[in-house]
């Protein structure tokens, strides 16, 4: 599938007119992620064509919708108010990119790339109602209410010396992301047969696996799984899948089902321009407030309610620290955070 990847994904051709040999890849990786049996329609190729040309030009301008890499070094997060509100201090930031599980598998195979890294930094924002002080009028108010923006689950994807090759790898990822929003909605959809829940359950396997794997931008953070033993796992399902008896009438509709999110991919994932107004406390504020700093993010979006804060950097290997041990990250970020410096989530 590398070839998918740099021929389709790398490619400046029009929008859906792709070598059909390219098309037949992805129309055949479409069906690996989600049901293979699906093969069995004679078919299949000529229903799922137009489809997954369209998926295909969907994430390719999704991915090149998000803005270029903002620098992520120290000096930068001064600088920068996006920096500042999604990391407690700039310790803190270099802390996570070192041990961000992505970043250092790919400093382990390029050891030698003194260069810039880009990648996409992924979070998720959540807000929470407290209650301090606010100047009203000229007075001190206390236990006025205000909401507090904090970002957790911070993560790095698809790193790459190269801005293009990054993207690239991201409109990989954006579609496999389709292909597992096509597989949970067969999951759906068989839900409604009880005949058939050992198929669901070996499904939603099959899904949790593929989203270790990558397939997916939601996925929990700093877990990596050997490609080789997802590679096995998915076999042992699909063995499983193919050992089951099933209606064989119920195949044109669970095609069906795929073709309809492939062709209405921008229904079921999709990038948004976020907007937050916060002072340097993370606190929300209207436009006219005299702290308010405006950020502006790509958001991403998914069917299934997915959202998650979008940002692409270049990070500077050289002002990455040695590996911190979880405890010494901790008891670190304990210290900076202090009693109420900072909103936590």
């Known amino acids: 599938m590398l070839k998918l990847l740099q021929s389709i994904f790398g490619s400046t051709k029009t929008p859906g007119r792709y070598p059909e040999s390219l098309v037949e890849m992805a129309i055949e990786r479409t069906l690996d992620g989600t049901y293979p049996r699906l093969r069995a329609l004679s078919d ?107 970002f957790r689950n911070h993560r790095l994807i698809d790193p ?22 096509a597989l949970s909605r067969i999951i759906d959809a068989k839900g409604a047969r009880a005949e058939l829940t050992q198929q669901r359950v070996l499904m939603r396997s099959k899904l949790a696996i593929m989203n270790k794997g990558g397939w997916a931008f939601s996925d929990e953070p700093g877990k990596v799984v050997a490609p080789a033993a997802l590679q096995a796992e998915l076999e042992k399902i699909e063995a499983q899948l193919e050992a089951l008896t099933v209606d064989e009438s119920s195949f044109s509709g669970q095609l069906e089902i795929v073709a309809e999110v492939m062709a209405k991919a921008e229904q079921w994932m999709w990038v948004e321009t976020g907007e937050l107004y916060l002072d340097r406390l993370n606190i929300k504020r209207e436009a006219s407030h005299p702290d308010a700093k405006r950020l502006v993010f790509s958001e991403l979006h998914d069917a299934r309610g997915h959202a998650l804060m979008a940002l692409f950097v270049s990070i500077d290997p050289g002002e990455l620290p040695e590996k911190a041990s979880l405890s010494e990250t901790a008891d670190r970020l304990l210290n900076e955070l202090g009693p109420s410096s900072y909103p936590r989530p």
């Open 44 to 150: 299949y190729r000529k229903r799922l064509r137009e489809p997954v040309i369209h998926a295909i030009d969907h994430v390719i301008a999704l991915v090149d919708s998000i803005p270029s890499p903002i620098s992520a070094s120290s000096g930068a997060y001064v600088e920068d108010a996006r920096l500042g509100a999604l990391f407690v201090s700039k310790e803190h930031m270099r802390e996570l990119f070192v041990n961000d599980a992505e970043l250092s598998e790919f400093r382990a195979r390029n050891r030698l790339c003194s260069d810039k890294v880009n990648a996409l930094l992924l979070a998720e924002a959540k807000e929470k109602t407290i209650f301090g002080m606010e100047l009203i009028d000229g007075l001190l108010c206390r236990d006025v209410p205000q909401i507090t923006v904090s």
């Open 160 to 181: 790459s010396a190269e801005e293009e090759e990054s993207r690239r790898q991201l409109k990989r990822r954006a579609f496999d992301h389709l292909i597992g929003l």
